[in-house]
């Protein structure tokens, strides 16, 4: 059973912009904190931003700034604006829950290529 569905990646040149989309389960969007992450290859996955189910936002200190993560109620999506996008920024973007626990099931992730 799929719970949590990223879209919006792309190709994009540096300083431009892409929004990101999670489509989450309600039964996952009203109880956990959501979190983007991110996997650029060679590396480990990294947590960038995180939600509240108050609303209340993290970043990683490389995004702050640049990235917002937002969440929307009714449509039980979690959003990532992603604006003044650098070459490093390129990875692959996944949804989870915070925290992603040990064992825990990925989707299949957004591709996001910034040229520069």
């Known amino acids: 059973q799929v719970q949590l569905v990223e879209s919006g990646g792309g190709l994009v040149q540096a300083g431009g912009s892409l929004r990101l989309s999670c489509a989450a389960s309600r039964s996952i969007f009203s109880i956990y904190t959501i979190g983007w992450y991110r996997q650029a290859p060679g590396k480990q996955r990294e947590l960038v931003a995180t939600i509240t189910t108050r609303g209340i936002t993290t970043y990683v200190d490389s995004v702050k700034g640049r990235f917002a993560i937002s969440r929307d109620n009714a449509k039980t999506t979690v959003d990532l604006q992603m604006d003044s996008l650098r070459p490093e920024d390129t990875a692959v973007y996944y949804c989870?829950?915070?925290?992603?626990?040990?064992?825990?099931?990925w989707g299949q992730g957004t591709q996001v290529t910034v040229s520069s």
């Open positions: 989870n829950k915070w925290p992603a626990v040990a064992g825990v099931s």
